[in-house]
């Protein structure tokens, strides 16, 4: 961090797509997601709801288009030291409550990591790689549809498309993985290939009834965070992860973003003294009755809810990321006094998890040790009535916060604030 705890250490970088944004104005990402393309089958749902990954299937049915000036927009304005996007009037971020309102997935739980590939050296009951594939799938890819420890999507999808109506019990429970590991390597962990399926999978569907112990939702965030992180460096154009969900935060907390024909709720602006302006923001959107009434009830049990208030390490295999909501407090309904000097990972972000298997929970064990303590992170602060920042954050942001991209000259009504 050096000697300035106020200091942002990546904010103007050469590698940060905002330190040359006046040199690179067209500057657009592209995303790298597919289709779930398996048809989920009744006979899946039990394994599913028990996983805790039902409403996530439902959401994969429907596609979306991932507005990618718009998300390339927000990545532009996204700090990968605090993992906020700064606005003119301050920090903001995806949380795990969004995560849990917008996905349905559950929070609290074990953290989802491991091996990548040599289960038979790590894991009690393991097998070689390839022959547990075949053990608890039926059958073994070609050679021509695997890279290393990846299998394409395509075989998945016609070896797995449609399970048959005569199966037993124990087929069903074949296709049921197969769906499971096509859903996680799509919709919810995508990669940047777009098109392959990673066998890290196998040792979670081996026990599909322990699917729903794990903390999928700390997961996903950690992996969009990551995503994010990547995709902000000037040199790198492709975005994966959880996109529905970033889209769909943009949306929520920025009704003027929706397009024609969203569902739209009304909420109170965020600065409703200074009339309508362009980066209207909603720091409470899921407040609302209306909200409350369609959400799982199984994300608001109260283990479920307090991790959002939690400040910890989120985990997906060799990803850790923070969870930094000690920023945001206002999106919980409180007041953002001047935050703590940013935590300095950088040391992290250059895992990948290649370069020869690894078993994270001991390489990376202090961080797993902190998710395992995430109970006793828990922020308590007081909730008002109008949530926002304090007097001091804004001094604090007008001196350290990158409240402004453009030249001053293009800056327009955001002056006012």
């Not at 040199?235 to 970033?246: N, S, Y």
């Not at 370069?355 to 797993?368: M, N």
Request: with cysteine; hydrophobic share 40%.
């Amino acid at each position: 961090m050096g000697d300035d705890p106020t200091r942002l250490y990546r904010l103007d970088g050469v590698a940060h797509i905002a330190g040359v944004i006046n040199e690179e104005p067209q500057r657009c990402i592209r995303s790298m997601r597919r289709q779930q393309g398996m048809r989920l089958d009744d006979r899946y749902v039990p394994y599913l709801q028990m996983a805790g990954l039902y409403h996530l299937t439902r959401l994969n049915d429907r596609w979306f288009r991932l507005d990618e000036a718009l998300v390339s927009a927000f990545v532009e304005r996204w700090r990968p030291e605090t993992h906020t996007f700064h606005m003119p009037f301050g920090e903001c971020t995806i949380t795990l409550q969004d995560v849990a309102y917008q996905l349905g997935l559950l929070v609290d739980g074990r953290y989802v990591s491991g091996c990548l590939s040599e289960f038979h050296i790590y894991i009690e009951g393991g097998r070689p790689s390839w022959v547990w594939f075949q053990e608890l799938l039926g059958v073994i890819p070609p050679p021509s549809q695997v890279q290393k420890y990846a299998v394409n999507c395509s075989w998945f999808q016609e070896t797995f498309g449609e399970c048959p109506e005569d199966a037993d019990d124990d087929t069903v429970r074949r296709y049921a993985r197969a769906y499971i590991m096509m859903l996680l390597g799509t919709l919810l962990f995508a990669d940047k290939s777009g098109n392959r399926i990673h066998i890290r999978w196998l040792p979670y569907v081996a026990r599909l009834e322990e699917l729903g112990t794990y903390s999928w939702g700390s997961a996903a965030l950690a992996w969009l965070y990551q995503c994010m992180c990547r995709v902000a460096n000037r040199h790198v154009v492709k975005l994966a992860g959880p996109l529905q969900l970033l889209q769909s935060w943009i949306f929520w907390h920025f009704p003027r973003f929706r397009p024609a024909g969203y569902e739209e709720l009304i909420y109170i602006t965020a600065c409703p003294d200074k009339g309508e302006f362009l980066l209207q923001f909603i720091w409470m959107p899921y407040s609302s009755p209306d909200v409350l009434q369609v959400v799982h009830p199984e994300v608001l049990e109260p283990r479920h809810m307090a991790l959002w208030r939690s400040v910890t390490a989120l985990i997906y295999f060799a990803v850790i990321e923070w969870h930094q909501i000690d920023r945001v407090l206002p999106q919980f309904g409180g007041v953002q006094p001047p935050p703590h000097p940013a935590l300095n990972i950088d040391f992290l972000m250059s895992k990948d998890g290649r370069g020869g298997d690894r078993w994270f929970p001991s390489t990376l064990q202090k961080w797993h040790l902190l998710w395992d303590s995430r109970q006793d992170c828990v922020l308590r602060f007081d909730v008002v009535a109008d949530p926002g920042p304090s007097h001091a954050f804004l001094d604090w942001w007008s001196q350290h916060g990158k409240r402004f991209l453009s030249p001053e000259t293009q800056l327009g009504i955001l002056e006012q604030f």
